[in-house]
Every structure is written in structure tokens, then in C-alpha cells.
């Protein structure tokens, strides 16, 4: 089945210390996003890439990155975590036309999530 | 800028009743407003959307929402509720003049469905 598959499901790493989440998509989309989850709160989106183009949201910390190698992976780093980067982190995917409107087709779908643990 | 609004943190309803979690909207123009559901440890699952059309939307796992643009109102329910059903569920509505698809989503409703 086509789908948006994370990896790992859970993350343990230290403060500090970087670590790398992975996503992938079987759904060829040319849009991927990540945001960040914290405690059942409403997912903030970090960023997206749109075909191979990043997009940074203006309040996503310079500690987070993200690589898209092809279409199918898109992954996030985060370069020095900290005990408040803790949090379940979403990958999503859609197809978008670039016309800048809106198609009946036009649905996020997500991964099942990494939970991160800094300790 | 866009946004929703859902009222009520937690639900409870029980198994066999019929349900219904409130999202209200606040846009300029047609709102493109959506669904997911979100069980334990794991990613939001896409429900349903309104894009255009007729108002009563019907989604996955028997659930439905009707908007209602007099009301800015875009509620989600169920005839019959499971205890499955149990989770936690988030309206979102899609930014406009961002040139992709941003979700601005509301803070979310847990369900609670008791046997």
C-alpha cells in the first residue's frame, strides 16, 4: 500500500548529541512536510519542501534541518538537541499543483511519527 | 490569517450514542477545512474535508461533518459511537496565498468513548 513511512518509531539520544529522522514516502508526492509535536498539543509545522525547493517557517529554531535527496526521502536533523526538543515528530506528504489554488485531490497524509527522547 | 477553534478539550460520549466534536472557523473566503484523528503514539489520520460541494462530508470509519457557513461551523460526528472511536481528533483549516498547503490546526479534542 502506498504510504508515508517513519523511521525509527522511537528515538532515545542524549543532550547534545545530534540525531537524524527519517521519512519516506511511497505516495510520490511532491510536497513533504515535518513538524513537531509536543504532548497531544497541535502539530506545528517546522517546514517543507516543495519538489526539491526548502521552506523554513520563521519561527523553526536554526538547531533543525532538513534534507530531501530525492523524492521518495526527506529526513530531519537536529544538530544539538535539548530536553525541550522532546517531542513526537510527523512527517506528511501531498500532492500540490503549484498553481497556488486548491484542488479536490489536495490532503496531507501523515507517518505514524517518531517519538524523540532527550536525556 | 486563518484559524479554528475547538471548544471543548474532551468529550465523553457512550459507546452506541452518537457524537459530535465542535470545530468553529474564522476565515476570509471559502475555507478548506479537514479532519484527522489521532490515536496513541502515532501520526494524525486523514478523516475528511470540505473543499466545495455539498455540506454534509462523509469520512472514513463512518463519521461525517457538516459546515455550515452561517455558523462557521464545521462539526464532526458519528450516529453510533465506538469505543475505538476513543481518541484524540483535530479540525485544521488550509492557510490561503501560502502557495502550498499549510494547516493551521485547532488544539485538538480528546474522545472518550466508554463501553
Known amino acids: 500500500d502506498a504510504m508515508v513511512i517513519q523511521n525509527p518509531r522511537y528515538q532515545v539520544t542524549q543532550f547534545g548529541k545530534p540525531v537524524t529522522l527519517s521519512c519516506s514516502q511511497t505516495?510520490?508526492?511532491?510536497?513533504m512536510y515535518w513538524y513537531q509535536q509536543k504532548s497531544s498539543q497541535a502539530p506545528k509545522l517546522l517546514f517543507h519542501y516543495y519538489d526539491k525547493d526548502f521552506n523554513n517557517e520563521a519561527d523553526t529554531p536554526d538547531n533543525f534541518q532538513s534534507r530531501r535527496p530525492n523524492t521518495s526521502f526527506c529526513f530531519l536533523d537536529i544538530r544539538s538537541p535539548g530536553l525541550g526538543d522532546a517531542a513526537m515528530y510527523l512527517c506528511a506528504t501531498s500532492r500540490d499543483s503549484g498553481t497556488g489554488g486548491v484542488s479536490l485531490r489536495d490532503t496531507q497524509y501523515f507517518g505514524p511519527g517518531t517519538r524523540l527522547t532527550v536525556l | 490569517a486563518q484559524s479554528v477553534a475547538q471548544p471543548e478539550d474532551q468529550v465523553n460520549v457512550a459507546e452506541g450514542n452518537p457524537l459530535t466534536v465542535k470545530c468553529t472557523y474564522s476565515v476570509s473566503g471559502n475555507p478548506y477545512l479537514f479532519w484527522y484523528v489521532q490515536y496513541p503514539n502515532r501520526g494524525l489520520q486523514f478523516l475528511l474535508k470540505y473543499i466545495t460541494g455539498d455540506n454534509l462530508v462523509k469520512g472514513s470509519y463512518g463519521f461525517e461533518a457538516e459546515f455550515n457557513k452561517s455558523q462557521t461551523s464545521f462539526h464532526l460526528k458519528k450516529p453510533s459511537a465506538l469505543v475505538s472511536d476513543s481518541a484524540l481528533y483535530f479540525c485544521a483549516v488550509r492557510e490561503k496565498n501560502t502557495g502550498f498547503q499549510k494547516l493551521v490546526f485547532g488544539t485538538g479534542t480528546r474522545l472518550l468513548v466508554s463501553p
Open positions: 505516495l510520490n508526492h511532491n510536497v
